[in-house]
């Protein structure tokens, strides 16, 4: 199994404004992913932070909004940029394995004013 | 269009009965299917995978079932306890696609 941390695990934020969550993991990973979870909604991947290159985007997701770093194989940065209320929402980072089971970071939860 | 529904927002049950929850998909073709665990204020912990090769899955008091004619996945907990109350969601995947989740299921076991 894998064990990931975030940071901040909460904020409050102006409208306006962006917001980095770091994503930490113990052991080195190939696969990093970045969720989102509206109140009352499933689970949305946005994006899989690949180490070495560019993030691949889900549809609906862009890079100007939600651009992504992956230096090394336990690290990932999402940031949530020129926010507004509609991002107010609960950001998760996951892990994949080879036998297809994901893990899942504690998340961070994200409040627009 | 494509749908997975969970299909109770809430379950309440009493203690030491066995709860059952239910995943349905419409329009996709599963490799897999998930069961995830969530408390509130945490991330979704992974309880069990089961194959479309196979029909039944346990682990100690979790049993999963996945009918691909139905296009259904069962989710049991037996002799449920309290410690069992929180949201369990349903995940598939299928081929060239990233995992998708269905909204949960909250399930409250009372004493």
């Known amino acids: 199994s894998a064990v990931i941390s975030q940071k901040p695990s909460r904020d409050i934020c102006q409208r306006g404004t962006s917001l980095t969550i770091q994503c930490q993991v113990d052991?080195?990973?190939?696969?990093m992913f970045w969720y989102r979870q509206q109140p009352g909604q499933s689970l949305t991947l946005i994006a899989t932070a690949n180490q070495g290159s560019e993030a691949t985007y889900e549809s609906g997701f862009v890079i100007d909004k939600f651009p992504i770093s992956r230096p090394n194989l336990t690290f990932s940065t999402l940031t949530v940029s020129n926010m507004s209320p509609e991002d107010s929402s609960i950001y998760l980072c996951s892990v994949g394995t080879d036998t297809d089971t994901q893990y899942f970071g504690p998340g961070t939860r994200l409040t627009v004013l | 269009s494509q749908k997975i529904e969970q299909n109770s927002e809430a379950l309440n049950i009493q203690e030491g009965k066995t709860a059952t929850l239910t995943c349905n998909y419409t329009?996709?073709?599963?490799?897999?299917l998930q069961w995830y665990r969530q408390d509130p204020g945490r991330g979704p912990v992974f309880l069990l995978l089961i194959r479309e090769n196979e029909k039944e899955k346990r682990k100690e008091r979790l049993k999963v079932t996945f009918d691909t004619t139905l296009k259904q996945s069962l989710f049991h907990i037996t002799a449920s306890q309290p410690a069992d109350s929180a949201t369990y969601l349903c995940?598939?995947?299928?081929?060239?696609?990233?995992?998708?989740f269905g909204k949960g299921t909250t399930l409250s076991v009372s004493s």
């Open positions: 995940a598939l995947r299928q081929a060239g696609t990233a995992l998708i």
């Open positions: 329009n996709y073709s599963p490799a897999y």
């Open positions: 052991s080195q990973v190939t696969m």
